[in-house]
């Protein structure tokens, strides 16, 4: 059974939509939800968490209905947006004095494991937490009530490399009794590279592709060659780049064929993300 | 509701809530527009949201294993806690009031039973006022605020002009003389007492019914708010 089943959200501001956005999660496995800036990456998770009341579609945790089993769903999780950014003038035992009270399976032997592997005092106050220590605080409270499903919207952006390796390390080893999962969204990708199993790209409010890591690298390749090859290839180019001597451009691995004579590479997530959405990049068929 | 109404005491309780608490010494006072320190509790509970939208306390508590339902009947639950609270304190500073000064009030209402009836009112028009418009956007809590001066005081200016008219019209208006002879004053009569207490019951009650439809409206507003 999937620990998580997003099917066909869907949600519209005056100026962005989500579109029928569907992906599903099993246990065991770390998913990385990656976009750019406003693809709609938060405002899927706010949507599925009903922070943000959606226009269509439904989630299902744990095989149970979000929207009918709302607080059930809630026990089973544990959910951070980047750093904790509230209560600033409050003690951080303050703060986890109250949050325990609302899990019934709250381990406080965890929740002190972690601040000491974290190095996080809880007699200092939220104000005087630096960025990363705040996530790390945030994630000491999503990590101790051994919730099943984690969502963590940007966990590792205020983080210097050496506590984002720490996190990764402690992502592995959360997942790996094969029962929880987490997905997050991130914008470094290098931190996907690393521990994801699965990668869900959304741009413009719309799912680009969910699959696993290997299965997403492999649908793409980089090409490149010299300026008058370019416009023999540019209609099937998902992005390029032009430079003093041709251009490198991303090309769906199926179209590879039509491209003979061209020097190819195997993409990264980076390359994959950064060609895809270039600017300058033709139309597009649907992945 | 217990765990969120912990999490209310514990993380939003701000300390202009035990400041204005000691307004009820304002009854201290021997003439006093005495309906002002009810208005300045309901200024100590501004004081809360406000807070609390700094502090990002709707996110943290709809993060939690809860409703936005229940988040809001327990903010109502906090909010109606430190009303009674401050009600229940004025009733031995009344005692006392009456006992140093007498219950001849020069600028309004007397320090009487009538005066709890009159605070109902205030924290019924406040409530309906302030909680709805506030959960309608889920943080402008200065707008929602001013938007319940506006009522609160039309009611303490109207009230209080009345019980001045009538302590100096009593002699040439019957209907005056009523309001001085059974509401404006320390109930020395049988029928001065049922009407006092009359008239804090109908006030109760128009308190509890416009808090649970301002409930239920936040609750409806808030649900359709996007955090």
């Not at chain 1, 949050?99 to 032997?109: G, I, L, V």
């Not at chain 1, 994630?139 to 996190?167: K, M, Q, W, Y």
């Not at chain 1, 991303?250 to 270039?278: F, G, Q, V, W």
Request: some cysteine.
């Amino acid at each position: 059974m999937n620990l998580l089943e997003v099917n066909s959200l869907s949600k519209s501001y005056k100026d962005f939509s989500l579109k029928d956005v569907s992906f599903k999660l099993e246990p065991g496995y770390i998913m990385g939800f990656i976009g750019r800036n406003g693809a709609g990456k938060t405002t899927t998770i706010k949507s599925m968490l009903n922070l943000v009341s959606k226009d269509g579609g439904s989630v299902r945790m744990n095989g149970l209905e979000f929207n009918d089993n709302e607080v059930k769903c809630k026990e089973q999780l544990g959910y951070i947006i980047g750093e904790f950014d509230c209560y600033k003038h409050h003690r951080l035992k303050t703060i986890a004095k109250v949050t325990k009270r609302f899990y019934d399976d709250w381990d406080d032997a965890l929740y002190h494991s972690y601040l000491k592997r974290f190095s996080i005092d809880e007699n200092k106050k939220v104000d005087e937490l630096s960025a990363g220590m705040r996530v790390k605080f945030a994630l000491a409270l999503a990590l101790s009530h051994n919730a099943e499903l984690f969502i963590f919207d940007e966990p590792t952006s205020g983080l210097d490399p050496v506590s984002r390796d720490d996190l990764l390390n402690v992502f592995r080893s959360v997942v790996e009794d094969g029962k929880r999962s987490i997905l997050f969204s991130t914008h470094i990708i290098s931190d996907l590279e690393k521990c994801a199993d699965f990668i869900t790209y959304i741009k413009n409010g719309s799912l680009v592709l969910s699959t696993d890591v290997e299965s997403f690298k492999q649908s793409f390749r980089l090409i490149s060659g010299s300026k008058h090859e370019l416009e023999g290839y540019r209609h099937m180019l998902l992005g390029y780049k032009e430079n003093a001597f041709g251009f490198t451009g991303l090309i769906r691995a199926e179209d590879l064929e039509n491209c003979p004579n061209t020097k190819n590479a195997p993409a990264d997530l980076e390359s994959i993300m950064i060609y895809y959405e270039k600017e300058n990049n033709n139309e597009k068929a649907a992945l | 509701m217990k765990k969120l109404l912990y999490k209310e005491f514990k993380l939003c309780l701000h300390p202009a809530v035990f400041l204005f608490m000691a307004s009820v010494l304002l009854l201290f006072i021997p003439n006093y527009m005495f309906e002002l320190p009810c208005f300045f509790i309901c200024n100590a509970i501004f004081f809360v949201f406000q807070q609390c939208t700094l502090n990002n306390d709707l996110l943290f508590t709809v993060t939690l294993p809860v409703g936005k339902r229940e988040a809001v009947k327990a903010r109502f639950a906090f909010i109606v806690i430190i009303q009674l609270v401050f009600l229940l304190l004025c009733i031995p500073m009344m005692f006392v009031h009456n006992a140093v000064y007498g219950s001849q009030n020069a600028a309004g209402l007397d320090v009487c039973p009538a005066l709890i009836a009159s605070y109902f009112i205030v924290y019924s028009i406040f409530n309906i006022i302030y909680m709805p418009t506030f959960y309608k956007n889920g943080y402008k809590a200065g707008k929602s605020f001013v938007l319940s001066l506006i009522g609160i005081f039309a009611w303490i200016f109207i009230s209080n002009g009345v019980f001045i008219t009538a302590a100096a019209s009593r002699d040439v208006s019957a209907f005056f003389a009523w309001i001085e002879n059974n509401i404006d004053c320390l109930p020395t009569t049988q029928a001065a007492a049922s009407i006092q207490a009359a008239a804090i019951i109908v006030c109760a009650v128009i308190y509890v019914v416009l808090t649970i439809v301002s409930c239920r409206i936040s609750e409806r507003n808030l649900e359709k708010k996007n955090i």
